[in-house]
């Protein structure tokens, strides 16, 4: 194993997937020099500008673009530079890429990655902080990863680019710098398994994208309470690891659920359903739900980290949940 920033996990994937199949190429904004997050950094000069292409600023043009490449043979992987830049390629990535293969009864296979950047708290307004995963989770023959670690960041993204559907990977922005352990080795993460971040007996917490992070220090913190928090990620949000949501809470009896993304008709939403029709009778207490309030995210920083869910949220519900009292 060694030490590794996310951002840098995530360029060893793409340069080691790169080398093995030469029928993985990128698109995208300024990627020859290094793209927004310098994801590519390196790349061009390693691959040439042949498979590391830059493109205009028309996301709905280069999508278009990849889903016909990828029905023709080709693998490629397209960065849209932020999630909320969806808005002006849905047509290409929901109409086209996620339907081929139903409407053409297995004849097509749309084998596409579209790396993005998510979420809040770096002060970029209203139209670069959204967390949209929920919107594609909804659409059949979509999938969505979101990666909480450098270990998931690498494994999930080299699974994603031998898959043979089209994938969403989101990255959060504030993930890019933080560091983990990474195989030397070559290995994957599969895609629709969730990782138990943490064992807990108390209350579970299923969290995704930087909310792990905050889900793991919030249990951290509630140790000294007494409560035994265990944090599930899913990794995939769809396909959803209902299984292991399921068997978390079978043996805690509790649920906190914490997503960046508004918190109305979110993930979240799902994860408290499914639960409630699968261990509706294994629950010791009402369901906790968190997430941003139902308003755009301001560009005033001071604004902004008032809205985020921390750990001291996360820990708050936690406590009611097991029925500790929470100090005001």
Not at 66 to 73: M, N, Q, S, T, W
Not at 157 to 165: G, H, M, N, T, V
Not at 295 to 324: Q, W
Request: glycine letters at 8%.
């Amino acid at each position: 194993m060694k030490d590794s920033r996310y951002i840098r996990a995530i360029g060893e994937g793409l340069a080691e997937e790169l080398d093995r199949d030469d029928r993985v190429f990128m698109l995208g904004e300024d990627l020859v020099d290094a793209g927004p997050f310098s994801v590519t950094r390196g790349l061009a000069e390693r691959f040439g500008t042949r498979r590391i292409r830059n493109t205009p600023i028309s996301e709905s043009a280069f999508l278009g673009l990849a889903v016909g490449a990828a029905i023709a043979g080709l693998r490629p992987i397209v960065e849209v530079m932020t999630m909320d830049l969806f808005t002006v390629c849905m047509d290409p990535l929901v109409n086209h890429a996620a339907k081929m293969r139903y409407m053409f009864g297995g004849q097509y296979s749309v084998p596409l990655v579209v790396l993005t950047a998510t979420g809040a708290g770096v002060g970029a307004g209203p139209h670069h902080s959204q967390s949209l995963e929920a919107w594609f989770a909804h659409v059949p023959g979509l999938k969505v990863v979101m990666p909480s670690t450098p270990y998931d960041a690498k494994g999930l993204l080299k699974a994603a680019i031998r898959d043979d559907d089209p994938i969403i990977y989101a990255w959060h922005k504030g993930l890019l710098s933080r560091m983990g352990q990474v195989p030397e080795e070559e290995y994957t993460v599969p895609i629709g398994v969730a990782d138990v971040k943490r064992e807990g007996s108390d209350v579970t917490i299923v969290a995704t994208g930087l909310m792990v992070h905050q889900a793991l220090s919030a249990a951290d913190g509630m140790e000294e309470a007494g409560i035994s928090a265990e944090v599930v990620d899913p990794r995939t949000i769809s396909p959803l690891d209902t299984a292991t949501i399921v068997a978390s809470v079978k043996k805690t009896g509790r649920l906190v659920v914490v997503h960046e993304a508004v918190k109305d008709f979110g993930i979240g939403a799902e994860v408290a359903a499914v639960v409630a029709e699968e261990a509706f009778d294994y629950l010791d207490a009402p369901i906790k739900r968190i997430g941003l309030p139902f308003t755009p995210i301001p560009f005033s920083r001071n604004l902004e980290n008032a809205l985020l869910p921390t750990a001291d949220h996360i820990a708050r519900a936690a406590r009611e949940a097991c029925g500790v009292p929470v100090e005001q």
